[in-house]
């Protein structure tokens, strides 16, 4: 079968979730299909991309399309984030290469505004997570003077996610809580459609790591607490910033010896004072936050929005790190609460888990080795490859007529 993959991010070199997804998705096609991925040009800085099994198709990202894009959004009522995201050469590239293909796949709501181009092509949608969902707790939580706004993105968003199942053979989506805030606002016969695929995470050892270690033990070499995660991304900045104001200074009072580092992408200046003022350790852009998580005691999860699942909590789990987690943070993953990870929701009761964790070297033991556990029984690539050929497979049925597959 013949099988087009449009996405709206180069995917080299492969930091968020989305080119992560993207590469999973290549690699576990091309082995039985003849896959193109159509994607942006590189940018200046961008890797070539590898040899690889399948064909690599690019389109031209323009600055101009922005405002189009908008203009598009704004008159067939779409969420902004797509009309962020249109680019006229993508439009052209898909109507292109649309018809000598048996199945499309498109990856993220953001792409929306060019389904019309898509044509009559079966389609599987990769939303990866409900960024209505992700849009809506962020309302809850972000400068009142933004509210309005984002819950009027928000609907527009779970508008047309709703209009993309309606379109698609299936829909996937990464954790269950995410399949479940779709499906519920739909028919039985559409929210059938939609079902999860997991992200593949590998369990990895020291061996694996960064050679040099990233964080250097302090003269004191107290417990050292680590948050990770694309910092310029706003569920991860208001995390931090939430956990450095809330719980930080009375955990401080209670275990002087205690250090926390915060690793990633793009701290937004108010994040970077924030880190400052609380005395912990900011890591820009390091090579691989697997290689800080590896070095922490315990690994934090702080985040009282986003959709999705938090890759922070299985890049924890599969260097061996204990997780303590919000229960939003602990929904988007398969853990089970007390056996793979703890989970506390107010400043006083993470304060408690942590000093307890701290003192209890057993209990962290048991807690990473029930992760390690669920990590491969859930998230490997095994799985995740079984998964996602179940759902081509649904998808398969309406392009079999088509007269490509093989």
């Known amino acids: ?237 208001d995390a931090v910033a939430w956990w450095l104001a809330e719980v930080w200074p009375a955990l401080s009072r209670a275990r002087p010896d205690v250090r926390v580092v915060v690793a990633g992408d793009r701290p937004p200046a108010r994040l970077r004072r924030a880190i400052r003022r609380a005395g912990a350790r900011l890591i820009e852009s390091p090579p691989d936050l697997r290689a800080v998580l590896a070095q922490a005691t315990l690994a934090l999860a702080p985040m009282r929005c986003g959709a999705g699942v938090p890759v922070k909590v299985l890049e924890a789990w599969s260097v061996g790190v204990p997780v303590v987690a919000t229960p939003w943070a602990a929904a988007g993953t398969t853990g089970r609460v007390g056996e793979d990870l703890r989970v506390v929701q107010r400043p006083a009761e993470w304060v408690s888990a942590i000093l307890e964790l701290l003192d209890d070297p057993a209990e962290r033991r048991r807690l990473a080795a029930n992760a390690r556990r669920r990590l491969a029984a859930d998230y490997s690539p095994g799985e995740v490859r079984r998964e996602l050929a179940e759902i081509v497979r649904r998808s398969a049925p309406a392009a079999g007529g088509r007269g490509h597959g093989h």
């Open 1 to 237: 079968m013949k099988v087009l993959l449009a996405v709206s991010r180069y995917p080299w070199p492969a930091r968020r979730g989305d080119q992560v997804r993207a590469l999973q998705t290549l690699d576990s096609l091309s082995a039985e299909h003849e896959v193109t991925l159509l994607a942006p040009e590189p940018g200046p800085n961008d890797p070539s991309p590898p040899s690889a099994a399948y064909r690599i198709e690019t389109y031209r990202r323009r600055r101009a399309g922005v405002a189009a894009g908008l203009g598009r959004a704004l008159a067939r009522r779409l969420p902004a984030q797509s009309g962020l995201f249109y680019q006229a050469d993508l439009g052209h590239r898909l109507r292109e290469l649309a018809p000598a293909a048996d199945l499309g796949i498109l990856q993220l709501v953001r792409l929306a505004v060019h389904l019309d181009d898509f044509g009559p092509l079966p389609l599987l949608v990769d939303l990866i997570d409900s960024l209505s969902l992700s849009v809506s707790r962020r309302a809850e939580v972000d400068r009142p003077l933004l509210r309005p706004a984002l819950r009027l993105e928000a609907r527009r968003l779970a508008l047309w996610e709703d209009r993309l199942v309606e379109r698609a053979a299936a829909v996937t989506v990464v954790c269950e809580r995410d399949r479940q805030a779709i499906a519920g606002r739909l028919p039985p016969a559409l929210a059938a459609r939609v079902a999860v695929v997991r992200l593949a995470v590998e369990e990895r050892n020291a061996a694996g790591l960064a050679p040099e270690p990233l964080v250097r033990p302090s003269s004191e070499g107290g417990p050292l607490l680590a948050m990770t995660g694309n910092l310029g991304y706003f569920v991860n900045a």
